[in-house]
């Protein structure tokens, strides 16, 4: 989990926008939202304004300008195929596999806004303007690996449209499960996250067959260590177990 875009130690400051940095800055809102960092109100709000200050006015989509600090992480532009990332630092902040931090704030931004905010319908058009990708199978957006950012984020941008996608979308969760507790090429944790915050009777069958499956070791495994990953990690079990009796 070293890999990890940021450990956090990169950074003195403990408010929730890092002005030196936009990908720390969404990692610690949606530490926010998950109840993982101390905030308050303001601490949003001022976050939030920096991030919709970053617009690139000259984009049709909702894109954000990355700061310098973040273009040297990455590896910065490519101008013929757009931003060219080292995927190893881009990571879900449960550390597992690649994050679309433009998706992330869409999510991010419609829990926090005002519904009649400008930026709000403007972030909803170019989420449903970008995805599904074409010739993506049904019930994902693109891969297995993406569901638990988009699906969550598609009920907040058009419930009628998830609701359409939803009996597709679990089929193909039930379909990818390992042995025991985790389906293939889904992010484990994330997903579990994902799902908690969907809330629909599916999402609560799914979690339920998880948390049977779970072991205790596996929340002894993360109880100790207080980096980011493992504090994700942490509540997605725990959030799991919830629903042992459901």
């Known amino acids: ?6 450990s956090g130690t990169e950074f003195r400051s403990q408010d929730v926008l890092v002005e030196t940095s936009l990908y720390e800055t969404l990692y610690r809102l949606q530490e926010a939202h998950y109840g993982l ?12 304004d920096w991030i919709e200050s970053r617009q690139d006015p000259c984009s049709r989509r909702l894109v954000f300008e990355r700061t310098d600090f973040d273009r040297e992480m990455t590896g910065g532009y490519r101008a013929a195929s757009g931003e060219h990332v080292k995927v190893r630092y881009i990571k879900l902040p449960t550390g597992e596999g690649t994050w679309n931090s433009a998706v992330q704030f869409i999510r991010l931004l419609l829990n926090w806004e005002e519904p009649s905010v ?3 319908q403007r972030a909803k058009a170019s989420f449903l303007e970008a995805y599904p990708f ?6 994902r ?26 009996p597709a979308f679990f089929e193909t969760l039930r379909r990818d499960r390992a042995e025991g507790h985790r389906w293939k090429q889904h992010p484990f944790y994330y997903t579990i996250l994902a799902l908690d915050e969907i809330g629909t009777d599916a999402a609560r069958r799914e979690l339920h067959h ?12 993360y109880q100790a260590k207080d980096d980011r990953p493992s504090r994700f990690r942490r509540l997605a079990i725990e959030t799991a177990l919830k629903y042992v009796q459901v």
């Open 37 to 48: 960092r101390p905030h308050t109100p303001q601490q949003i709000r001022d976050a939030l």
């Open 134 to 139: 074409p010739h993506a199978a049904p019930g």
């Open 141 to 166: 957006f693109c891969c297995a690996r993406c569901n638990a950012v988009y699906q969550p984020t598609l009920r907040l941008v058009d419930s009628e449209q998830y609701d359409a996608q939803e």
């Open 210 to 221: 998880v948390a049977r499956h779970i072991r205790p070791s596996l929340l002894r495994r």
């Open 118 to 120: 400008e930026i709000v």
């Open 1 to 6: 989990m070293a890999n990890v875009m940021y």
